[in-house]
Nanobody, 116 residues
């Protein structure tokens, strides 16, 4: 079992920056993939950025060049640095992990609101 706790959300003006953090606990040695999803009102949850156990990162086209995913040693904590934020980035952001047994884990979510 893996537990995930996010922090760092908040209200920011367009063009500003925020950094989200995700701390994993439990069987973190079994984590194969971690990522950040977001869900805006009335929209489906989407993958924003992900990072494999080998350190390879991928991004949604909408955030490339603006967001950076990273993690400290042993996959913990994981960060999402968000720069040049836009109102359309407003959403609840969720930390996600998948372990080597393909089990999915989610954090409780953190609200990011970007004002115009």
């Amino acid at each position: 079992q893996v537990q995930l706790v996010e922090s760092g959300g908040g209200l920011v003006q367009a063009g500003g920056s925020l950094r989200l953090s995700c701390v994993a606990s439990g069987s973190i040695f079994s984590i194969a993939f971690m990522g950040w999803y977001r869900q805006a009102p009335g929209k489906q949850r989407e993958l924003v950025a992900g990072i494999t156990s080998g350190g390879s990162a991928n991004y949604a086209d909408s955030v490339k060049g603006r967001f950076t995913i990273s993690r400290d040693n042993a996959k913990n904590p994981m960060y999402l640095q968000m720069n040049s934020l836009k109102p359309e980035d407003t959403a609840v952001f969720y930390c996600y992990a998948q372990d080597i047994y393909r089990a999915d884990y989610w954090g409780q979510g953190t609200q990011v609101t970007v004002s115009s």
